[in-house]
């Protein structure tokens, strides 16, 4: 049960590079999120799909695109990185239940924007 | 507007003792709550999620946490600490008028000493 993998799992970049994250599920959920954390911010969401072809802005989606084609993937690109966006990057699935369903997270992506 | 607090960004206990991380939320309506923690360099996971079912919730290494509607909390504790629970504690909201958003504290670093 592979369950959500990431990738890179580390990434150094430069400014002005183009970079995708990874994100894959293997449970078939139907929501899937790009949260970022920094400290002193806990997690904050990036972008966030309900589904294959739909996807919605979350609280800090500047500077990111998002694209979901098939279910199980869901890769986050930063189509020009900037040193405010070396952070650590958290991919994660929840089911399409209720209120107060669980969110499954990945091991995430640290990147480094010099 | 919902939003959770953590009151202490650090909390040091001995091997043995009890810990308690405090949490209070704030929410219009019944949210659904969860604390999640992540050791060093790995995602989060989830140990226990209150969804209006009984108002204390046990959870995953003996952790358990008890919703108080009246003081707005949501504290987390477990009886005696071990070296392994050293980590950071998150804890999260989901607001009832929203079937996928997630608000996270700004975390708790636990530290556990010998």
């Known amino acids: 049960d592979a369950g959500i993998t990431q990738s890179p799992r580390y990434k150094i970049t430069e400014t002005g590079r183009q970079v995708t994250l990874m994100c894959h599920q293997t449970?078939?959920?139907?929501?899937m999120f790009w949260y970022r954390q920094d400290l002193g911010h806990g997690l904050r969401l990036i972008y966030y799909?309900?589904?294959?072809?739909?996807?919605d802005k979350g609280e800090v989606p500047d500077g990111y695109v998002v694209s979901r084609s098939k279910t199980e993937n869901f890769p986050l690109t930063l189509e020009s990185a900037t040193r405010s966006q070396t952070s650590v990057y958290f991919c994660?699935?929840?089911?399409?239940?209720?209120?107060?369903?669980?969110?499954?997270f990945g091991p995430g992506t640290r990147l480094t924007v010099l | 507007a919902q939003s959770v607090t953590q009151l202490d960004s650090h909390v040091s206990v001995s091997e043995g003792t009890p810990v308690l991380l405090r949490c209070n939320y704030s929410?219009?309506?019944?949210?659904?709550l969860f604390w999640y923690v992540q050791h060093p360099n790995k995602g989060l996971q989830l140990l226990l999620k209150y969804t209006s079912a009984a108002t204390l919730v046990k959870g995953i290494n003996g952790f358990e946490a008890e919703f108080k509607k009246s003081e707005t909390s949501f504290h987390l504790t477990k009886p005696s600490a071990h070296m392994s629970d050293a980590a950071e504690y998150f804890c999260v909201v989901s607001p009832m008028d929203s079937s996928y958003k997630l608000i996270f504290g700004s975390g708790t670093r636990l530290l556990v000493r010998p």
């Open positions: 799909s309900a589904a294959a072809d739909i996807t």
């Open positions: 929410s219009s309506y019944s949210p659904s």
């Open positions: 994660a699935s929840r089911p399409s239940g209720g209120m107060g369903d669980t969110q499954y």
């Open positions: 449970w078939s959920h139907s929501y």
